[in-house]
């Protein structure tokens, strides 16, 4: 298991930790992998009731690394990311998130995957992917629609503004705002709660308000050939070279 995503079982809780604060949590080829496996054995594990996602003091995650997406670019990475985007739709058990900080692209899309969301009042969810010469991923043309309506969702995915902590509350993405010292432990907290419910009855009430999963991984495949093409253009490489260059 690789030092940059740390899985931990606190009784029947999963805890799924992004930590590559140096890198803002920007997450690699192999942290997908780990985050996959983790996810799909919690999955088959039946004295694991709730999974958590979390991350460092200020960085939830800064989204895919950019270095990656250069190199996707050149044809040289396999699509392991839509590898973890597929076990994240098709996980049956409840997904919390603590979010202590910025929330970017994948950071943010993901989440609308999550059942019970904690943010920091700090914290802040974008997804730039126009800016990058991008298309929205994870389905989250589909979900964040159909959760926040088109208007918001517009302004989110397509043209890339952030939403604070409390935006997100309001457009449906996000349960509480809480003291950044309190996230985990209120994530925490949802998380066991969940875990003490009966769980067939949880599963398959979650079952019925997530929907239909096959649209949302019909999305993830569709999102994911244009996101496949955007990748190559010449609006996206220049955009990651940019980042990639860029001064500080
Ligand atoms: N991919 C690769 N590296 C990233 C990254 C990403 N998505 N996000 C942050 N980093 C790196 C930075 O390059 C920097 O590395 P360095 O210290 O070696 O120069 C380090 O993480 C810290 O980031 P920094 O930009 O100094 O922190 P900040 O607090 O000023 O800004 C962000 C944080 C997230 C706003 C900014 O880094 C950013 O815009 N990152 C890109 C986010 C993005 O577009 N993600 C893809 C979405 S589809």
């Known amino acids: 298991m690789s030092d940059s995503v740390l899985v931990t079982d606190d009784d029947a809780v999963r805890v799924i930790r992004m930590n590559r604060p140096e890198k803002k949590n920007a997450l690699t080829q192999p942290m997908y992998a780990a985050m996959t496996r983790a996810l799909d054995e919690a999955g088959e594990t039946a004295a694991i009731r709730c999974i958590v996602f979390a991350g460092a003091p200020g960085a939830f995650s800064a989204g895919s690394d950019i270095a990656d997406f250069l190199k996707a670019a050149e044809g040289g990475l396999k699509p392991i990311t839509i590898d973890f985007l597929k076990a994240l739709s098709r996980n049956r058990k409840p997904l919390v998130a603590a979010v202590n900080g910025l929330a970017v692209g994948i950071g943010t899309t993901m ?15 974008s997804t730039p992917f126009t800016r990058l010469g991008l298309i929205p991923e994870a389905a989250s043309s589909l979900l964040a629609p159909l959760r926040m309506g088109h ?3 517009f302004a989110l995915l397509v043209m890339g503004r952030p939403l604070t902590a409390e935006e997100a509350k309001a457009a449906g993405i996000v349960n509480a705002v ?9 994530a925490m907290a949802a998380a066991r709660e969940i875990a003490a419910l ?14 239909n999963a096959g649209d949302v991984a019909e999305r993830i495949d569709t999102e994911a050939m ?3 093409e955007r990748l190559q253009s010449d609006e996206a490489r220049a955009a990651f070279t940019a980042f990639l260059a860029r001064k500080k």
């Open 198 to 211: 009966p769980p067939g009855a949880v599963t398959l009430a979650r079952q019925l308000l997530r929907g």
């Open 111 to 125: 989440l609308l995957h999550c059942d019970f969301v904690v943010a920091a009042t700090a914290a802040t969810f």
């Open 226 to 228: 244009h996101f496949k």
């Open 178 to 186: 809480v003291e950044a010292s309190a996230v985990d432990e209120t």
């Open 151 to 153: 208007a918001r969702a």
